[in-house]
């Protein structure tokens, strides 16, 4: 596994790698990750660097870049049966370079949308989109065996632009242990209606359009938003939060950590207009908690709403309040779609998942020696 953030990095790609590492190796599998951080069984260490951003911004979304060191990539690609790229960065250019040169054979997964990093430094410009995800594809995707995508939506954007290797539609899973749990067990905030959003605090998750959907609800006051993630736009999104009658819990947690929040939780608001595939509204299904996401055109999230009522207009503050009102005024709407998102959610089970992963691995390997 070949992929730059590890130790302290709460992402979605992070998290789901660890999962897929931690699988293999429960059925025999040998993993080894090349990645930044202290060394650990399993794990090569790789020195660290970040790109200068405005703000900082890598810093605080715990997003550092590895350092490709040729002696130590090439002493550990060249024992590996499959080499699996995460991120299409330097990291992950150099390390296909150097498993090609190995005869190694290698896949990738589409972690990262070009608007990911664009949005995130206030770029809108569709020419550099383009030119990112062809920079992408030259660097990365066209260059690998196999292509994992998380979504139809995934392989759809990278065809679009241009992906000429196979691919694979491939969930990023949720596991047994995010299950509902009795409500008394969970943090319930006096009473309130709770708002769950999970994620990244980065401007393409859009948490600002939410706190400002809340206050200019009419049951305002009734309301507890609860945000759970880090990122760099927290103190702009706290000094927001202080406007509001309850002032919205800010919290940095592991992934196991968060399952309780999920169980307490009336509903989960997903506005995010950038999505892969999304595994917090996929963990919250599988909680039993309802999600109203945005339906937003570069974002796969949308494909989890149960009906068009927990859909709300990508970027619309008005869609937003008008969508929580209702669910406020009707809570026997969200307790009948508990079961939904539930029963739902067993389609996207991570055992089903690393079954297809090992499937896709012994494809490109058999190749490879033929």
């Given at each position: 596994?070949?992929?730059?953030?590890?130790?302290e990095a709460n992402n979605g790609a992070v998290v789901s790698t660890r999962r897929f590492s931690d699988l293999?190796?429960?059925?025999?599998?040998?993993?080894?990750?090349?990645?930044?951080?202290?060394?650990?069984?399993?794990?090569?260490?790789?020195?660290?660097?970040?790109?200068?951003?405005?703000?900082?911004?890598?810093?605080?979304?715990?997003?550092?870049?590895?350092?490709?060191?040729?002696?130590?990539?090439?002493?550990?690609?060249?024992?590996?049966?499959?080499?699996?790229?995460?991120?299409?960065?330097?990291?992950?250019?150099?390390?296909?370079?150097?498993?090609?040169?190995?005869?190694?054979?290698?896949?990738?997964?589409?972690?990262?949308?070009?608007?990911?990093?664009?949005?995130?430094?206030?770029?809108?410009?569709?020419?550099?989109?383009?030119?990112?995800?062809?920079?992408?594809?030259?660097?990365?995707?066209?260059?690998?065996d196999h292509v994992l995508c998380p979504s139809e939506f995934a392989r759809r954007e990278l065809q679009r632009?241009?992906?000429?290797?196979?691919?694979?539609?491939?969930?990023?899973?949720?596991?047994?242990e995010y299950r509902p749990l009795p409500r008394e067990a969970c943090p319930r905030f006096g009473g309130k209606?709770?708002?769950?959003?999970?994620?990244?605090?980065?401007?393409?998750?859009?948490?600002?359009?939410?706190?400002?959907?809340?206050?200019?609800?009419?049951?305002?006051?009734?309301?507890?938003?609860?945000?759970?993630?880090?990122?760099?736009?927290?103190?702009?999104?706290?000094?927001?939060?202080?406007?509001?009658?309850?002032?919205?819990?800010?919290?940095?947690?592991?992934?196991?950590?968060?399952?309780?929040?999920?169980?307490?939780?009336?509903?989960?608001?997903?506005?995010?207009?950038?999505?892969?595939?999304?595994?917090?509204?996929?963990?919250?299904?599988?909680?039993?908690?309802?999600?109203?996401?945005?339906?937003?055109?570069?974002?796969?999230?949308?494909?989890?709403?149960?009906?068009?009522?927990?859909?709300?207009?990508?970027?619309?503050?008005?869609?937003?309040?008008?969508?929580?009102?209702?669910?406020?005024?009707?809570?026997?709407?969200?307790?009948?779609?508990?079961?939904?998102?539930?029963?739902?959610?067993?389609?996207?089970?991570?055992?089903?998942?690393?079954?297809?992963?090992?499937?896709?691995?012994?494809?490109?390997?058999?190749?490879?020696?033929?």
């Amino acid at each position: 596994m070949v992929i730059d953030a590890w130790d302290e990095a709460n992402n979605g790609a992070v998290v789901s790698t660890r999962r897929f590492s931690d699988l293999l190796r429960s059925r025999g599998h040998v993993v080894e990750v090349l990645a930044t951080g202290e060394p650990a069984p399993g794990k090569v260490p790789l020195p660290t660097f970040f790109v200068p951003t405005p703000g900082r911004i890598m810093q605080k979304m715990r997003l550092p870049f590895a350092w490709p060191d040729r002696r130590i990539l090439e002493d550990t690609l060249r024992r590996q049966d499959v080499v699996h790229v995460q991120f299409p960065f330097y990291l992950g250019i150099r390390a296909i370079t150097l498993a090609r040169q190995a005869r190694v054979p290698v896949v990738s997964t589409f972690h990262v949308q070009a608007e990911h990093l664009l949005h995130n430094v206030n770029v809108h410009n569709r020419t550099l989109v383009d030119w990112t995800y062809r920079f992408f594809l030259r660097t990365t995707y066209n260059r690998c065996d196999h292509v994992l995508c998380p979504s139809e939506f995934a392989r759809r954007e990278l065809q679009r632009h241009g992906l000429r290797v196979p691919s694979t539609v491939l969930s990023n899973g949720v596991p047994p242990e995010y299950r509902p749990l009795p409500r008394e067990a969970c943090p319930r905030f006096g009473g309130k209606f709770t708002i769950l959003s999970v994620g990244r605090l980065a401007r393409e998750k859009h948490h600002d359009l939410l706190i400002e959907a809340v206050r200019r609800s009419r049951h305002e006051a009734r309301i507890q938003l609860v945000i759970l993630g880090d990122g760099p736009q927290r103190a702009r999104l706290e000094a927001q939060g202080r406007t509001l009658t309850n002032e919205p819990v800010f919290r940095w947690l592991k992934p196991a950590e968060l399952i309780p929040y999920y169980g307490g939780a009336d509903l989960c608001v997903h506005a995010a207009d950038v999505e892969v595939e999304c595994m917090s509204v996929l963990e919250a299904m599988a909680c039993g908690l309802p999600c109203l996401i945005a339906r937003a055109p570069l974002s796969a999230a949308s494909q989890f709403a149960l009906s068009d009522d927990f859909l709300f207009e990508s970027g619309s503050r008005e869609d937003l309040t008008r969508k929580i009102d209702a669910f406020v005024e009707t809570p026997e709407a969200l307790a009948r779609a508990r079961a939904g998102y539930r029963e739902a959610s067993q389609r996207y089970r991570v055992e089903a998942s690393v079954e297809k992963l090992i499937e896709v691995y012994q494809g490109v390997i058999e190749a490879a020696r033929a």
